[in-house]
């Protein structure tokens, strides 16, 4: 069974960097794309990012492009999200999640529902 651990949050000042990780244990990771979604208070939660079983194809909803990164190590069965330029309407509890497949387009890293395993979050504050 897959299992997802993100560390990396904390607090950072506007304009501040953080790279959050996701790693993973289980037997299958290869064949799962990885996404990273976020939650605001009060808000439902977004797709952020997701990049496939390879990662060579990646994904950024509009408001991050630009600004975060995506990057997977197989190896080290480990998913980065290097987050740039942080603002403070990136305050959020960070989660990775595992989908199946390697499509790769914003409905299907978009729709929470289609991912079968979740990380416990990541808490990020950007505030001075």
């Known amino acids: 069974q897959l299992q997802l651990v993100e560390s990396g949050g904390g607090l950072v000042q506007p304009g501040g960097s953080l790279r959050l990780s996701c790693a993973a244990s289980?037997?299958?990771?290869?064949?799962?794309?990885i996404g990273w979604f976020r939650q605001a208070p009060g808000k439902e939660r977004e797709g952020v990012s997701c990049i496939s079983t390879t990662g060579g194809s990646t994904y950024y909803a509009d408001s991050v492009k630009g600004r975060f990164t995506i990057s997977r190590d197989n190896a080290k069965r480990t998913v980065y999200l290097q987050m740039n330029s942080l603002k403070p309407e990136d305050t959020a509890v960070y989660y990775c999640?595992?989908?199946?497949?390697?499509?790769?387009?914003?409905?299907?890293?978009?729709?929470?529902?289609?991912?079968?395993?979740w990380g416990q979050g990541t808490q990020v504050t950007v505030s001075s």
């Open positions: 289980g037997f299958t990771w290869n064949y799962y794309a």
């Open positions: 999640a595992a989908r199946p497949g390697s499509t790769i387009d914003r409905s299907r890293c978009t729709d929470d529902a289609l991912n079968n395993y």
